[in-house]
């Protein structure tokens, strides 16, 4: 597995001896009358994404980030953005089941992958994912703005050790900032998910 | 009702679900159709004057739709803070802003408008300011004026506002300090009570200490983006603030309309922890372009702009002369800060940090002087604990020092100085008299925190070396204002049967928006399942409403729920009597219905109840509203009025006494003396925060305000360079919040559960004093453990223990920039 990141695709950049303008992370407008002022051609935009389980069709800017993509062109705005640049973890998705920063990934790069998104957590008759149940029983997090992006590393966190004690469960979502600063709840509420997950008393 | 109360439970928030699975709408998650991109222009300098600008090449390119500049923004009337300027007074503010049909376009159009700035002279630092012939941030000063002297003759309306003023201290004045000592000169404010000479002479010890408080920015996750549309003459504004109802008087001034043209809609809040107390100015910005652009507009930040926009926390340097009887009492106490209030301001909190200082440490004698300066820096605003924990930060090292001094237990001179009772704090009043409390039971905070953190055991292993490992223990007596009064409350019982509780609040996550509709269903003997919350839409008419700022809304909220439940309860028995006979007092509420004393067969149903209440109207079905609510109020009841039962009432509760919340904090730490690294090993928060109303709340706010306090000790602050004006810290990495890794595995809390008893349902605000707690404790247990000299600033980063323990003396300048 080898992502483009941000920050490999920056030295990528570097590299090629190319100005890393920021304008090159910012968003084009939705739907592609709007603004696509870049010459298309050079770069196949009509994709395929498989998200949550469905194969969406979406026309996507060679630079956007799975994070815009997401938000601005799938409507699916429960994944945040809090930094836009891989410090806060409030965007965390699962790309093949790997918890990701959804801002500093290319949409290109997931093409043939699969993504899951905090809206793909429940089943479709709207049960919770066992660690939603956790979080909502424990009342886990605040404002809960970085909530998604918790609840997704966690989730990912989950499915190689199951059985985490707090301390591991912490280093597992250590990727993902709170400024309500609730971590001991937000902890309990996760270990409680994870009880619920291996099918304790759920 | 199974008879159990509903305060005081734990309960899931009925907002829940939406958050965790992603559908609950934060402001930019907002669409409109057509809707266009903002990007803005922030200034370069720390100070300057736009001479001119030159839009054309952006206007002509395509997909551009509009600009305003700060001439498309109204003046307000006491010259405050425009969303848009035309002299920058720090590094980042915004000059203009520019809608298009995407991001990168606006932002292109950005990089070809061409600004002709004029630079200013400037200042980033308080002190420099005060030297003679240095620059002043302003060009009509560098210190707020002291406000005039109430008076209770001036016709009503705005105060006055704010005055600037030159002041320069002398070389002498500065000459006269030690290094590192802040020097003393000329002050702009003080108040003083007793006699301070005969305190100090009556010391056993006298401690003269200097302590710099760093300035932090407030980062909540999400950061103030914004969504604007216009439909029929009215501003949809989609924002992020802690104060729904509060909020759209400040909108309708910003951008320029009357009130009743503004719909705010906030159901979800990212957090805000001050910075967005009454929303953000910037707000308006979307609102104009859109206006001008006659399309829906979205207004993006990134974090690096809210660094620059997202306000930040008053940094002060406080010198604290105190003397201590040979008990640890304190005789007399002399304090004089220098706050920094950035570029805008003037903010209160060396006010507030003086009250606190006053209230939890009882000195027998105290003066305060103060300057209040301006910077070239972010605009400063209340942060979580505004004052009382920049003066937990500049006492708590005299208080542990002088311990040391007198050999007393650091509790126990806490102790013997804490308040009881309805203790008195702050200024004397022209009548001689000073202000005093609701209650306090610090004390038995002390106690039983001290017991429960097993104290004395750990303190007997504090400054043992252990490799190279050495622990502390720290206690600190965190105070914070916990409660307004006087706001209303409506609710309807409607003929469904349901309880409807409208609430002002906002929804930034401590759950108070839905808890004080729990106050009103245990009065009503409601189940819970059959009560509604409507909240986070001022088109959902709500009513007159506290801020969401100073911990606050659960004192202030929970009695204007009371008067209104009050109110309801009291109409119904008033129909039950009516309908059925008797006095209205025969009556009782339960299972959902007003029955006979005695009789319970006699009696109406809820929802037949609300059905009468229609038919009869008038102040039944809120067709008439007290006189004495306000008119946001009153405009809401007329717009529900005829939906039910209406309970709508003004908070007019008696109260003795000004509302204060403690928490005391007990902190355990390890320092590795070869590295410098702090470790928290342990932390113990104590609430003496009134009767409980959602305990995993409580538990999550002790926490939160605790981590912001540790935060504030261990790691983050704002870093302006004062070669240039720039700001250094732009992003999290630069100023490192508190990861989920810096604190313990688990951090308990304990509430003392005492009601306060100035206020019906006991409860008081907790959201603040948590917070000089944690910065406190942290930093009294670093002291413990290697020294009560090492550091005399914050954060206690690695270089400055260990540069300290290296030389085996304290090694940086505290009034020196520590980058």
């Known amino acids: ?202 | 009702m199974a008879g159990e109360k509903l305060v005081g439970a734990n309960y899931v928030p009925p907002d829940h679900v939406a958050k965790v699975t992603g559908r609950a709408k934060y402001a930019e998650d907002f669409r409109a159709e057509g809707m266009l991109f903002a990007k803005l222009l922030l200034s370069p300098m720390p100070h300057a004057r736009v001479r001119s600008i030159d839009t054309s090449a952006a206007l002509a390119m395509p997909g551009v739709k509009a600009i305003i500049t700060a001439d498309d923004v109204p003046d307000l009337p006491n010259g405050g803070e425009k969303c848009l300027t035309k002299e920058p007074f720090y590094a980042g503010e915004p000059v203009l802003a520019v809608a298009a049909v995407d991001e990168a376009t606006a932002a292109e159009a950005v990089e070809r408008i061409v600004v002709d700035f004029e630079a200013l002279p400037f200042t980033t630092d308080p002190l420099e300011s005060l030297r003679p012939g240095t620059p002043a941030a302003r060009l009509d000063g560098n210190v707020w004026s002291a406000p005039p002297p109430p008076n209770p003759n001036a016709p009503p309306g705005p105060p006055a506002p704010a005055k600037r003023e030159t002041l320069k201290w002398t070389d002498a004045d500065f000459a006269a300090a030690q290094p590192g000592q802040l020097p003393i000169g000329q002050h702009v404010e003080t108040w003083a009570f007793g006699d301070l000479d005969a305190g100090f002479a009556a010391a056993a010890v006298t401690l003269d200490e200097t302590f710099v408080v760093q300035s932090t920015g407030h980062h909540p996750m999400e950061t103030r983006s914004a969504m604007a549309y216009w439909q029929n003459g009215k501003l949809f504004l989609h924002l992020s603030t802690q104060s729904v109802a509060f909020t759209r008087a400040g909108v309708a001034n910003w951008v320029g309309i009357p009130p009743e043209d503004v719909v705010l809609i906030c159901e979800y809040t990212g957090g805000g922890f001050g910075s967005k107390g009454a929303g953000a100015v910037s707000s308006a910005i979307p609102a104009l372009l859109s206006k001008k652009a006659n399309a829906p507009v979205m207004m993006r930040i990134s974090r690096e702009e809210e660094g620059f926009i997202g306000r930040a926390r008053t940094n002060m340097t406080g010198r604290a002369k105190v003397g201590f009887a040979k008990d640890g009492k304190i005789t007399a106490l002399d304090l004089f800060i220098v706050q920094d209030s950035g570029a805008y301001g003037p903010m209160g909190d060396f006010r507030s940090g003086a009250n606190a200082t006053s209230l939890i440490y009882q000195p027998g004698a105290m003066r305060v002087r103060a300057v209040n300066v301006l910077t070239n820096t972010p605009p400063r605003t209340q942060q979580r604990s505004p004052g009382p924990m920049q003066a937990n930060g500049i006492m708590e090292p005299v208080l542990t020092k002088a311990a040391k001094q007198l050999g007393l237990d650091q509790v126990a001179i806490r102790h013997i100085n804490s308040p009881e009772g309805k203790a008195n704090y702050g200024p004397p009043l022209p009548n001689g008299q000073r202000r005093h409390i609701t209650s306090a039971f610090v004390k038995q905070a002390l106690d039983q925190g001290k017991a429960q953190f097993r104290w004395d055991e750990r303190k007997a292993q504090s400054g043992v070396r252990k490799g190279s490992k050495v622990r502390g223990v720290g206690v600190t007596v965190g105070p914070h204002g916990a409660g307004s009064v006087g706001f209303d409350s409506i609710m309807t019982i409607r003929p469904d049967g349901k309880l409807y509780v409208q609430s002002g609040v906002g929804n930034l996550g401590t759950h108070s928006v839905i808890d004080l509709a729990r106050v009103a269903a245990d009065i009503l003997a409601m189940p819970w399942e059959k009560v509604e919350v409507i909240w986070g839409d001022t088109g959902k008419h709500l009513p007159w409403t506290c801020l969401s700022v100073g911990s606050q809304t659960t004192h202030a909220m929970t009695r204007a729920n009371y008067a209104g439940a009050m109110d309801a309860k009291r109409k119904l028995q008033e129909i039950a009597a009516m309908d059925l006979g008797g006095s209205p007092d025969d009556y009782d509420v339960g299972g959902e219905r007003v029955f006979r004393r005695g009789s319970p067969g006699r009696g109406l149903s809820y929802a037949q109840a609300a059905q009468r209440a229609i038919a009869l109207g008038g102040k039944f079905d809120g067709h008439e509203a007290p006189p004495d609510v306000n008119p946001m109020t009153k405009a809401s009841a007329a717009a529900l009025a005829g939906l039910g039962l209406m309970g709508v009432a003004k908070d007019t509760h008696p109260r003795d006494g000004d509302t204060y919340s403690f928490v005391v904090g007990f902190a355990e730490v390890e320092v590795d003396v070869e590295t410098g690294k702090v470790d928290l090993v342990d932390f113990l928060s104590v609430g003496d925060v009134g009767t409980v109303v959602n305990p995993r709340s409580l538990h999550g706010q002790l926490n939160g305000g605790v981590c912001l306090g540790i935060a504030h000790a261990l790691c983050q602050k704002l870093v302006i360079d004062p070669q240039y004006g720039l700001m250094l810290s732009r992003r999290f990495h630069h100023t490192k919040p508190l990861s989920i890794l810096d604190i313990p595995a688990s951090m308990p809390t304990v509430a003392l559960g005492l009601a306060d008893p100035e206020t019906p349902v006991g409860a008081r605000g907790v959201g603040e004093p948590p917070v000089g707690a944690g910065y406190g404790a942290v930093m009294n247990a670093i002291a413990d453990a290697v020294g009560v000299d090492v550091f005399r600033r914050a954060p206690v980063t690695a270089d400055i223990v260990l540069m300290s323990l290296e030389h085996n003396q304290r090694m940086h300048d505290p009034l020196r920039h520590h980058l």
Not at chain 1, 83 to 110: F, K, N, Q, W
Not at chain 1, 132 to 148: H, I
Request: net charge positive; aromatic share 6%.
């Open chain 1, 1 to 202: 597995m080898d992502p483009v990141n941000r920050r490999t695709f920056i030295k990528g950049v570097i590299a090629a001896g190319a100005a890393a303008s920021s304008a090159a992370y910012l968003f084009r407008g939705p739907g592609s009358l709007l603004g696509q002022t870049s010459a298309p051609g050079s770069v196949e935009r009509l994709i395929t994404l498989m998200v949550n389980g469905q194969a969406r069709r979406v026309d996507v800017m060679k630079q956007e980030t799975l994070a815009m993509t997401l938000r601005y062109k799938l409507g699916l705005t429960g994944t945040k953005l809090g930094c836009d640049r891989a410090e806060c973890g409030a965007c965390t998705v699962l790309i093949d089941d790997v918890p990701h920063y959804s801002c500093s990934v290319l949409t290109h790069t997931v093409r043939t992958r699969a993504v899951t998104t905090i809206e793909g957590l429940a089943s479709a008759s709207g049960a919770l994912h066992p660690v939603q149940r956790g979080v909502v029983e424990e009342q886990g997090f605040q404002c809960a703005f970085c909530m998604p992006g918790f609840v997704m590393a966690a989730v990912g966190f989950l499915k190689v050790n199951p059985n985490p004690t707090r301390e591991q469960l912490a280093h597992g979502v250590s990727g993902n900032l709170c400024r309500c600063q609730d971590y001991d709840k937000i902890l309990t509420s996760l270990m409680k998910g994870a009880e619920y997950l291996r099918g304790g008393t759920a």
